[in-house]
């Protein structure tokens, strides 16, 4: 594990979130924050706890893609860093995007009685039909390839900073390296089950334990990620036990988990959920944003105005959170400011999918090429 405080250890405590994945939320060597989910929370004054699964970076064990020992070892995770003194209330949320995005969905199932929020962003709701094999097609070029690499880093002495660790005397981390010779790849474990099933499919499916999960949820993802897919939709109206949902769809990639519109709401989500605070962005973020923007997208973004200035407490705040809609949904993202920047030109919002007053069209390819509103039975067009 690697923490990482906003400040001075005596002017704690301070709130806590946790990011967990087999990337390298652990990793040191850059002395912040390694994920950029966990680098945001920071420099919005959370303390990071970034934690790599079982049997990836200095982690001991053997690495299984989201097997039962992931939520177990989360709800661990959860607990240990919850008990810590510099954590405020005792309580804390869970970032990160894609990989960290999903991971939380596992471990918020298992409850932890100290895991207040969790914001998932960029994910799908079921490993096998919605990324590795969507419509019953193995996706050989994101999911086979990721879950390869994923598997390569997992290797003893897997990645540079690893080896970087051991090399400079971190003998835990050596012997941690031991057991990584009984790793499951995924991929191969994919190709061998080229069927949905309860026994290997089923555990991997997000909707099968959603309606479990008790914590406060922000979920964000686009409807064309090019890595996890679409398939986030079919979660929603599954998280019953929730305290709180706020799911955000766009048209849009799978690092727009990060644009500006949906990180002014999701760290007001964490300043209600986790800080138990009203709602606030400081003007240094707010400099930093165009800045971060830049580097991501390819050009400055501005954060929205802070719509939380008219709210004197935390519960005044919390109660309007929770009379909002659940559901939001940006449209033409990309087309409102600078061409391809992550910016929607309007919005629509609603408690219930679909969205009231959405009406579903038909269309059929037409003899010319195109698409028509009817359908046509010219030879060579398909069929509806």
């Known amino acids: 594990a690697h923490v990482v405080l906003p400040g001075p250890i005596e002017d704690g405590p301070y709130p806590t979130v946790v990011e967990y994945s087999a990337y390298d939320p652990s990793n040191p060597t850059g002395g912040g924050p390694a994920q950029p989910g966990s680098l945001i929370a920071n420099a919005l004054g959370y303390a990071i706890v970034g934690v790599n699964i079982r049997g990836t970076g200095c982690?001991?064990?053997?690495?299984?893609?989201?097997?039962?020992?992931?939520?177990?070892?989360?709800?661990?995770?959860?607990?240990?860093?919850?008990?810590?003194?510099?954590?405020?209330?005792?309580?804390?949320?869970?970032v990160g995007l894609s990989y960290p995005g999903i991971s939380q969905l596992f471990v918020a199932q298992s409850n932890p009685p100290h895991l207040n929020a969790i914001t998932p962003l960029s994910v799908y709701a079921d490993t096998a039909t919605g990324v590795l094999a969507p419509g019953g097609l193995l996706n050989t070029g994101f999911a086979t390839s990721w879950a390869s690499n994923v598997l390569r880093n997992a290797e003893p002495y897997g990645t540079g900073w690893v080896r970087q660790l051991i090399d400079e005397g971190d003998t835990t981390c050596d012997a941690n390296q031991q057991l990584r010779l009984q790793n499951v790849d995924a991929e191969a474990k994919a190709r061998a089950n080229p069927f949905y099933t309860d026994e290997v499919a089923g555990p991997l499916d997000i909707r099968e334990f959603a309606g479990d999960i008790e914590a406060a949820i922000f979920l964000a993802s686009g409807t064309g990620d090019e890595q996890t897919g679409p398939s986030f939709g079919d979660l929603l109206g599954e998280f019953d036990s929730?305290?709180?949902?706020?799911?955000?769809?766009?048209?849009?990639?799978?690092?727009?988990?990060?644009?500006?519109?949906?990180?002014?709401?999701?760290?007001?989500?964490?300043?209600?959920?986790?800080?138990?605070?009203?709602?606030?962005?400081?003007a240094g973020f707010r400099f930093l944003a165009p800045v971060l923007t830049q580097g991501i997208y390819g050009g400055p973004v501005n954060l929205p105005p802070n719509r939380w200035t008219d709210v004197a407490t935390h519960e005044e705040a919390l109660a309007r959170w929770e009379s909002e809609p659940e559901i939001k949904v940006l449209f033409e993202n990309g087309a409102?400011?600078?061409?391809?920047?992550?910016?929607?030109?309007?919005?629509?919002?609603?408690?219930?999918w679909p969205l009231a007053g959405t009406a579903a069209q038909r269309w059929w390819l037409s003899a010319e090429g195109g698409l028509g509103a009817t359908p046509t039975d010219a030879p060579g067009t398909g069929v509806a």
Request: avoid cysteine; hydrophobic fraction near 50%.
């Open 59 to 94: 982690s001991g064990g053997a690495f299984d893609l989201f097997e039962t020992l992931l939520v177990l070892d989360g709800f661990d995770v959860i607990e240990t860093v919850a008990a810590q003194p510099w954590v405020l209330h005792n309580e804390v949320g869970m």
């Open 242 to 282: 929730a305290a709180s949902v706020r799911t955000t769809f766009y048209n849009g990639l799978h690092a727009d988990g990060f644009a500006p519109q949906i990180i002014a709401e999701w760290a007001a989500f964490l300043d209600l959920y986790v800080a138990k605070r009203v709602p606030d962005i400081s």
């Open 336 to 352: 409102g400011g600078d061409p391809g920047l992550p910016i929607a030109t309007w919005e629509a919002t609603g408690d219930e």
